[in-house]
């Protein structure tokens, strides 16, 4: 009986889709990550999702360009110290 093997990412054919601003297909693979939110953050980000159509994606996505991009964001986000409740905020 002959073994079957999974596919590896190098046997699978390429896939062509539109590119983003970012450089990236729509259909290329994502970083599945998962971050602890304080639970008044969580509620505030709820309701200010609810007013626009911003997600959670959206927001991280756009936070990391700015990061990486934008020396004057980056400064603003590491001397933010307004959130002490642990290591993390």
């Not at 046997?11 to 602890?36: D, E, F, H, I, Y």
């Not at 939110?37 to 936070?63: C, G, M, T, V, W």
């Amino acid at each position: 009986m002959e073994e079957i093997k999974p596919q590896t990412e190098q046997q699978l054919p390429p896939v062509r889709a539109k590119s983003t601003p970012l450089g990236m297909s729509k259909n290329s693979a994502l970083v599945l990550t998962t971050v602890k939110i304080h639970p008044s953050l969580a509620i505030r980000i709820k309701d200010e999702f609810a007013k626009s159509r911003l997600n959670y994606q959206k927001l991280i996505n756009r936070s990391f360009d700015l990061y990486i991009n934008d020396p004057d964001f980056r400064n603003k986000i590491n001397s933010h110290l307004a959130l002490v409740t642990s290591g993390s905020l």
